[in-house]
């Protein structure tokens, strides 16, 4: 036996859960009129990452191409065709071994990243409250039997979730206060405003408030943690060519994105919600792997 009757039921109940929650989404985003893209896989730039070193290369073709890290680069080009895009998009980030007990990450994962033409964060903060509870509440009704076989009472969070800048945050919590925040609040909540120099150049500086970003993280409650980042982006060639400055990153690597912007990137905001970690929350799952069949785990191998 490969599972014993246990372990595959509950495997299951996990996987109807993920099922309808990649319905869910699908079925409120067609509602406010997106656009789904099939997923880039390999491409000639990535995200960069705040943590991360360059190892999910391959080459074909005389070139260099990166496994993808987020879609961010192409959902900027993507929204001068359509103007609301999302795709359940692949990633893949080679983490520190030892991250595979964080409980929060896998080397692979898949992300729900959309992108909306010309809207402000507000717009998409709205629409992340919106997409979450509806996905709660789809789930919680049509995945009833699978909630109470994993014991699991998932509240409805009330909108607009509450807010915290991030030098709040800091103050209030210390150093770890995304755990210990995300511990104390009894449902989601956003914290926005980050400091320039924490987060990837992409992320829009406030032209009111130079060195704060116009970007948000949302924080699960019950100490899951982090559950999508996002912001208003920079678009222009200048301030890109600026903020790579900056970060110390080269130019050179970035030479597609830049050419992309001389030519009239759009502005636009968006997010990224990563999908396991969704199920992991509404599952009430110890680690995010729960939520895939053949989980990623950084660090571990894997049979199949
Ligand atoms: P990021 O661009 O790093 O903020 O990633 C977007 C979202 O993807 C995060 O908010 C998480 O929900 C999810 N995510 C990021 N890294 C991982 C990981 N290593 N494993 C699982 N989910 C992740
Ligand atoms: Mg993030």
Not at 13 to 32: D, P, Y
Request: glycine share 8%.
């Amino acid at each position: 036996m490969l599972l014993s009757e246990k372990e595959r039921e509950r495997k299951e109940a996990i996987l109807k859960v993920g099922s309808q929650v990649i319905g869910a989404c699908r079925e409120f985003l067609a509602g406010e009129g997106f656009v789904e893209l099939l997923p880039v896989i390999v491409a000639p730039l990535t995200d960069p990452l705040r943590h991360h070193t360059d190892r999910a290369v391959i080459e074909a073709y005389g070139g260099r191409w990166h496994l993808t890290r987020s879609m961010i680069f192409h959902k900027q080009f993507a929204v001068s065709v359509c103007e609301r895009i999302f795709s359940f998009s692949p990633n893949i980030r080679i983490e520190p071994p030892d991250w595979g007990e964080t409980g929060r990450h896998l080397w692979e994962f898949v992300q729900l990243d959309l992108e909306v033409r010309d809207a402000s964060r507000e717009e998409v903060m709205d629409l992340g409250e919106r997409l979450l509870v509806y996905v709660l509440e789809r789930v919680k009704d049509s995945c009833s039997e699978e909630l109470s076989f994993l014991e699991r009472e998932l509240g409805i969070p009330e909108r607009p979730f509450p807010r915290i800048t991030y030098t709040e945050a800091r103050r209030s919590y210390g150093e770890d206060f995304e755990e210990a925040l995300s511990r104390e609040v009894e449902g989601p909540i956003w914290l926005i405003d980050f400091p320039i120099d924490v987060r990837e150049f992409y992320d829009r500086e406030d032209p009111e408030r130079p060195g704060i970003l116009l970007d948000m993280d949302l924080i699960y409650p019950e100490g899951y943690g982090e559950a999508l980042s996002g912001g208003e982006r920079e678009h222009l060639p200048e301030r890109i060519r600026e903020r790579i400055r900056v970060q110390g990153l080269d130019p050179e690597q970035y030479r597609g994105l830049l050419a992309l912007a001389e030519r009239g990137l759009p502005p636009s905001a968006g997010f990224g919600i990563g999908i396991e970690r969704l199920v992991r929350y509404i599952c009430g799952l110890e680690h995010v792997a729960e939520a895939r069949l053949f989980p990623r785990v950084p660090g571990e191998l894997s049979p199949i």
